[in-house]
């Protein structure tokens, strides 16, 4: 998972299409699969993730996986807000009840990203949480966002030794500065939880 996240993070196309076959060789679901894709856009955007869903989706055509899966959303128009509130509470802790009052695009956070995302079944909120992490790591450039979810991780239970494991799982697809970068994020948020 952490290595798929951080070539769509990074924009490794040619070797996402390699590590696919892997992955799922290896065990990892197409729902799984799919999801991480579609958390990307959140974090990416759709101009940039439109590609991975296309290869994605070929790569399990090819396999005789017949799309589309079955849905994972759990949310409604009526209650994403109210969802997604209280996942960046469980995930951040209880200030994050009223961080949506912030602005317009503080509640487009709490509803979209995680009112439609993070609730939805197929991964469990510590792998969305570690996933986010390899995104945001893999694009650089996003290091406050990336101290947030290290600690969102560790909150979750992925502790500082497993954040730098998947760190040093995907250095070889992300290169020295972003992993140093990533590293220097999770010390700062064990540093801050102290």
């Not at 990892?28 to 974090?43: F, G, S």
């Not at 450039?141 to 909150?155: R, Y």
């Not at 972003?178 to 064990?190: D, M, P, Q, Y």
Request: hydrophobic fraction near 40%.
């Amino acid at each position: 998972m952490a290595i798929l996240a951080a070539l769509i993070g990074c924009q490794g196309m040619e070797e996402y299409r390699l590590v696919l076959p892997r992955a799922l060789d290896a065990g990892l679901t197409p729902i799984a699969v799919k999801e991480i894709v579609y958390q990307a856009v959140d974090y990416l955007g759709i101009g940039r993730v439109l590609p991975y869903l296309k290869a994605a989706n070929s790569i399990l055509e090819s396999r005789g996986i017949e799309l589309p899966l079955e849905g994972q959303c759990t949310t409604t128009l009526e209650n994403r807000l109210e969802k997604g509130i209280q996942v960046q509470a469980d995930i951040f802790g209880g200030h994050m009840k009223e961080a949506w009052k912030a602005g317009h695009i503080n509640r487009w956070l709490a509803a979209n990203c995680f009112g439609d995302y993070y609730t939805r079944t197929g991964l469990d909120l510590a792998q969305r949480e570690m996933i986010t992490f390899c995104f945001l790591a893999a694009q650089g450039g996003c290091e406050p966002q990336l101290m947030a979810h290290a600690t969102g991780n560790m909150n979750l239970g992925n502790d500082k030794d497993f954040l730098i494991r998947v760190v040093s799982q995907c250095l070889p697809y992300i290169g020295y500065p972003r992993s140093l970068n990533a590293i220097t994020c999770i010390n700062k948020a064990v540093d801050a939880g102290k």
